[in-house]
């Protein structure tokens, strides 16, 4: 008897006591226009003050949620280069108030065109250490100045111009380094330092700038003035084409002039589904949030998670979140690129099958779901919500990945590259403990994007609008998870963001706990049942919440506060609104 059979039979024994409930039919009590009030004032929340100042200016100038949305990524990607800018991509979700239209701005990054499957392989078919992380090799061609522009040109009300100016006079001006940058420079300083143009930027004097320095990037904002004169053609054809191109072949790199021209956007339709009378809009492949989410909402609908105990609603969380992070691993990547089974792994009834093998009693150890291992990804990339005073909605996470991406700039440009090459499966195909052979869906290939954990998300509540998103790798859809459910349990914007989190991916088999996300006799109940819990570790993620009170227009901001502490000197928290 094969392994794997071996295997079925021993999941079907475990399963005989399996819970098995009917799925309810969700009817959405979506109210007439008439009963719904406008916002009574927009409302941004990002992850740097100067960001949401950015795009309050940009709307106090005329512009729409989408035209703010261009000012906040490019402020955001000059006082927050760890996290995200405008050599790495991003996903924008977008909801028009005028005619409810939704859609998916994939601005993701995509490898070049040279780019093969074992490119970070030695000759003997292992990782070369930090080849994908590092250095020219580590960078997908960029996607988010694509993104800005496909923005303006659709979707914003303002020239492109207007809507960069803010970032452009901050990068000239100059703005004060603040605690987060500090930090996170601390484990990046070896790469930074080994690159001209990152050292110039990020270490002057030869050592990280002193929190409250002022920082001035003129470069940035001569790149950024060239996107807004010519568009598309600013960043990926050009001054700026030239620069890079040359800049990443002389390090070692791939990328070619035609990588660049030959970047484009992709509008794709957002996942959506219905969980407890809401609308739930979120992230499709390439990424792979909105199908995990949908599938562990899916997996959780009969459950009256309000009505349980705090250790068996942990354990069907749990056990729900096992199940979705499996299939992530195994069938997820570029939807342009290989064949994934959305519509199946979206499907209430196959969320069904899922559930029908949960043990309520115990955990379902990982290796008997026979799979491959997801990576967990850095807590890096950076997220911000807005919703304008019409009502338009903008969720958007971008990211360079790994704290100050590859740790490049290329002189003369005022940015650093991505590492979203070590977002693929480097080393794919390589059969796992039970003979199965997977990632093959995230194997690295020419022109193709790498999967994201990135999910931004709209909750449409009968009566309440939410924005929400995080960044945190992998942790990333259990953080959404966690934040549509308090949303729908009516918690505010605050209370949404301040939740303690927890998490379980497949593999390792471990439930990840925030200090004070469980109480002591959860964690030994949780044991009980079989869990391995690793209690306290430490707290994750940066969350970025708006909602909309559709009866009376009131709007909140709920910010991450896990950062406050690292906000002594230039506050972190961008959530304002006026
Ligand atoms: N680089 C983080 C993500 O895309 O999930």
């Not at 949030?289 to 459950?303: D, E, M, N, R």
């Not at 290329?410 to 195909?429: A, C």
């Not at 963001?497 to 088999?509: E, G, V």
Request: avoid cysteine; aromatic fraction near 6%.
């Amino acid at each position: 008897m094969s392994r794997l059979r071996r295997v079925g039979m021993v999941l079907a024994r475990a399963f005989a006591a399996a819970l098995v409930l009917p799925v309810p039919s969700i009817a959405a009590e979506v109210p007439a226009a008439s009963a719904v009030v406008k916002p009574a004032q927009p409302v941004i929340a990002s992850a740097h003050r100067l960001a949401t100042e950015a795009g309050h200016r940009v709307l106090a100038d005329g512009g729409n949620a989408f035209d703010a949305a261009i000012a906040v990524s490019a402020t955001l990607g000059l006082v927050e280069p760890e996290s995200s800018g405008i050599g790495g991509g991003g996903f924008f979700l977008l909801r028009r108030a005028s005619d409810g239209h939704v859609v998916f701005v994939d601005a993701r990054e995509r490898a070049p065109m040279a780019a093969t499957r074992d490119m970070f392989l030695d000759a003997n078919g292992q990782p070369i250490p930090e080849r994908s992380i590092n250095g020219p090799l580590a960078a997908g061609i960029p996607g988010l100045p694509a993104g800005l522009v496909h923005l303006a040109e659709r979707y914003g009300r303002l020239p492109l111009e207007r809507s960069l100016m803010p970032a452009i006079e901050l990068a000239e001006r100059g703005w004060p380094w603040g605690v987060k940058n500090q930090a996170m420079i601390g484990w990046r300083q070896r790469v930074l330092e080994a690159d001209r143009g990152a050292r110039a930027l990020f270490l002057p004097g030869g050592k990280p700038p002193a929190v409250g320095t002022r920082m001035r990037n003129p470069d940035y904002a001569r790149t950024l003035r060239r996107l807004a004169r010519d568009g598309f053609d600013g960043f990926y054809r050009g001054d700026t084409a030239r620069r890079l191109v040359d800049g990443v072949r002389r390090a070692g790199g791939i990328w070619t002039l035609e990588d660049l021209a030959g970047y484009a956007v992709i509008e794709r339709e957002p996942i959506r589904f219905r969980y407890r009378g809401a609308e739930i809009v979120t992230a499709p492949p390439p990424s792979s949030g909105g199908v995990a989410l949908a599938s562990i909402l899916h997996i959780l609908a009969p459950f009256e998670l309000d009505q349980m105990a705090p250790a068996a609603r942990t354990h069907v969380l749990v056990e729900a979140m096992r199940r979705a992070y499996r299939d992530r691993a195994i069938y997820l990547g570029d939807p342009d690129q290989v064949r994934i089974p959305v519509d199946l792994l979206v499907d209430p009834a196959y969320a069904a099958g899922l559930r029908a093998g949960i043990n309520l009693e115990r955990a379902t150890p990982s290796e008997l779901l026979p799979g491959i291992s997801a990576r967990p990804g850095s807590d890096q990339t950076t997220h911000y919500s807005i919703i304008d005073a019409e009502g338009n909605l903008a969720s958007v996470t971008q990211t360079v990945n790994l704290p100050f991406g590859n740790g490049m700039v290329i002189p003369g440009t005022g940015f650093l590259l991505n590492n979203e090459m070590d977002d693929f499966s480097v080393k794919p195909g390589v059969p796992n403990a039970f003979g199965l052979v997977g990632e093959d869906a995230n194997a690295v290939a020419p022109g193709k994007r790498p999967l994201s954990s990135m999910t931004p998300t709209f909750v449409l509540a009968p009566d309440r609008v939410t924005v929400l998103g995080t960044p945190g790798g992998s942790r990333i859809i259990s953080m959404v998870l966690l934040g549509v459910l308090a949303v729908l349990d009516g918690q505010g914007a605050q209370a949404v963001a301040d939740a303690p989190r927890i998490h379980h991916q497949y593999l390792p088999d471990t439930l990840s706990a925030e200090p004070g996300a469980l109480a002591p006799d959860v964690v030994e109940a949780l044991k009980a049942k079989g869990h391995t819990v690793s209690q306290g570790e430490r707290n994750w993620g940066n969350m970025q919440i708006v909602s909309w009170w559709l009866s009376d227009g009131r709007v909140e901001a709920g910010f991450d506060r896990r950062w406050k502490s690292a906000s002594v000197d230039e506050p972190t928290d961008g959530a304002i609104f006026r």
